[in-house]
């Protein structure tokens, strides 16, 4: 049946969740209904895609682990230096770890066997090669999880709310 964005009282998303602990939430009277997709769970229940909830609910600040997979999905499975995409990425230091650069979500890149090559053990201005994104740390763990779903083609309806993550 799918996915639900949960939003605070303040419109942040704060999480996704099954449509079944989201019925459960609006039938107790902890959310409301913010968007449905015209499907109904029963004649007088549309089943909702992005519920809100009645209060606010303060939230700490998750870290985002620094992973393969994680660099992979910020950078769009893309080469960082000649747009490339498909199976042949690899993880490029920008500042080669000989020269001092860490294993830093603003150091690591991903970039094809041929660019990753092609610059060896050099900063792109030394390789004459440019970033087509500086790389950076993402700023919520939600961006992850709603961006998949939305590049899917489905829950376009939570685009209004995430813009921005």
């Not at 999905?73 to 080669?96: A, K, M, N, S």
Request: proline content about 6%; aromatic content about 10%; hydrophobic content about 30%.
């Amino acid at each position: 049946m799918g996915k639900v964005l949960v939003l605070n009282a303040s419109y942040e998303p704060l999480n996704i969740t099954s449509w079944r602990r989201a019925a459960v939430l609006l039938i107790k009277g902890k959310a409301e209904r913010v968007e449905h997709n015209g499907k109904f769970l029963y004649a007088e229940f549309p089943l909702p895609t992005v519920i809100r909830l009645r209060y606010y609910v303060r939230v700490p600040y998750k870290e985002i682990p620094l992973t393969r997979r994680n660099i992979l999905h910020r950078d769009g499975h893309t080469c960082q230096y000649c747009g490339y995409t498909g199976d042949e990425l690899t993880l490029d230091h920008v500042i080669p770890r000989s020269r001092g650069g860490g294993d830093t979500w603003e150091n690591i890149v991903t970039a094809c066997v041929r660019c990753n090559v092609k610059k060896g053990n050099r900063t792109p201005y030394e390789a004459h090669m440019t970033l087509r994104h500086p790389p950076r740390q993402p700023y919520s763990s939600l961006y992850f999880e709603v961006s998949k779903h939305l590049k899917s083609g489905s829950h376009q309806e939570w685009q209004k709310y995430v813009i921005g993550l």
